[in-house]
């Protein structure tokens, strides 16, 4: 991804990781769907909107890794977070966590919410965090770039500290 006119800077890797991550994941029920020669690494995220995962339907389609919604903004928590990793089989398919970042809370308190959700569990998950920022329905007043990306970053940092794994 980076070149000498696109250098990966610190202030756009984690853009280029989200964008990679959102390039290689296809949702649940999305259609179309990629086509399995061009792209036969197939993953989903899941969060309580598509309710609890049935990890046979998952194996038999060749969703080979699924990213589970842990929790969003400063103190929200996915009420089925716990539950589908506690019933996702421990073959076959790689797991992983996100946190869907919201614009208006600090990173900082969004990284203790996203760490206090998956601290107890983090060795169960193969794939390293990762963290969702979209701009559609996020908060009233979108702030200016600059800060979103300041307290991104201050998030990534406060999870790849504790986790020692860099979100994507």
Known sequence: LASKRFPVTRSRWP??????????????????????????VRGIDVSHHQGVVDWMKLRAERVRFVYLKASEG?????????????????????????HYFTLCTPGRKQAENFLAVIGGVATKLSLPPAVDVEYVGNC??????????????DFIARVTAKLGKAPV
């Open 15 to 40: 853009w280029l990781a989200v964008a990679a991550l959102l390039t290689a994941s296809v949702s649940i029920g999305c259609s179309p769907e990629p086509d399995p020669k061009r792209f036969p």
């Open 74 to 98: 400063g103190d929200w928590t996915d009420p089925l977070f716990a539950r589908n990793l506690a019933a996702a089989p421990r073959g076959g398919i790689a797991l992983g966590a996100y």
């Open 140 to 153: 009233a007043a979108r702030p200016p770039r600059v800060a979103v990306q300041r307290e991104l970053l």
